[in-house]
């Protein structure tokens, strides 16, 4: 099975509703990119999420949300972000699980002008700078409003970024995440691999 099966499999039509949105935003030459955990697949090995977060430049938003919500999508203001979700079609027994979600703090916007072409879904799209991912997932991990599985999520995605990215990444963390990474990189050094892959408990 491909990548894209897959994710759809986990998440209803995930990968149908990602391309659509990709298709809107593009066809309204917007300024975007992916932000999240989407942008952290990108970077190193995938773990399903349901949630495609993008920074969106903020003149553009409206326009993209009166073309979803024609698309059958509901679209949902929060404090921080609107969010958006497209209904169950005619043929269909479930809503869409893809939860399209527009970051809103303007300290986000500069993400956009610094992102690069990355493979998402097979498709080429702007994702965030690594620095910037790490950055995003700084600041949401340090949100003492997140819910704590939330903030579970953003230190394991900052220490799958560490992990991947190493050289790049430590130095943007703060000493007790440095830290931890630099002690998962030495345990992943120090692994005995013979061919037949490492073992589990050393790492």
């Given amino acids: 099975m491909t990548e894209q099966e897959?994710?759809?499999?986990?998440?209803?039509n995930g990968t149908?509703?990602?391309?659509?949105v990709v298709e809107t935003l593009r066809r309204h030459g917007a300024g975007w990119c992916v932000i999240g955990g989407l942008?952290?697949?990108?970077?190193?090995?995938?773990?399903?999420?349901a949630d495609l977060d993008l920074v969106l430049v903020?003149?553009?938003?409206?326009?993209?949300?009166?073309?979803?919500?024609?698309a059958?999508?509901?679209?949902?203001?929060?404090?921080?972000?609107?969010?958006?979700?497209?209904?169950a079609g005619r043929t269909e027994t479930t809503a869409s699980k893809l939860m399209v979600q527009f970051t809103k703090p303007d300290r986000?916007?500069?993400?956009?002008?610094?992102?690069?072409?990355?493979p998402i879904f097979g498709l080429e799209v702007p994702v965030a700078a690594l620095a910037d991912v790490v950055?995003?997932?700084?600041?949401?991990?340090?949100?003492?409003?997140?819910?704590?599985?939330?903030?579970?999520k953003d230190h394991l995605d900052l220490m799958r970024l560490a992990e991947e990215h190493f050289v790049e990444v430590a130095?943007?963390?703060?000493?007790?995440?440095?830290?931890e990474a630099e002690a998962n990189q030495t345990r992943i050094l120090e692994a005995v691999d013979d061919g037949w892959g490492s073992d589990p408990a050393a790492l």
């Avoid at 003492?144 to 939330?150: D, G, I, Q």
């Fill in 108 to 118: 986000y916007q500069s993400f956009v002008e610094r992102a690069v072409l990355r």
């Fill in 16 to 20: 149908t509703d990602f391309a659509f």
């Fill in 72 to 87: 059958d999508f509901r679209v949902k203001e929060f404090p921080f972000s609107t969010n958006a979700q497209r209904r």
């Fill in 39 to 49: 942008a952290v697949n990108s970077y190193t090995t995938p773990v399903y999420t």
């Fill in 171 to 179: 130095p943007l963390l703060p000493e007790s995440l440095r830290a």
């Fill in 58 to 70: 903020a003149s553009d938003l409206e326009p993209v949300l009166a073309d979803l919500r024609a």
């Fill in 135 to 152: 950055q995003g997932k700084l600041w949401a991990w340090s949100d003492s409003s997140r819910r704590p599985t939330k903030k579970l």
């Fill in 6 to 12: 897959i994710y759809d499999g986990v998440i209803m």
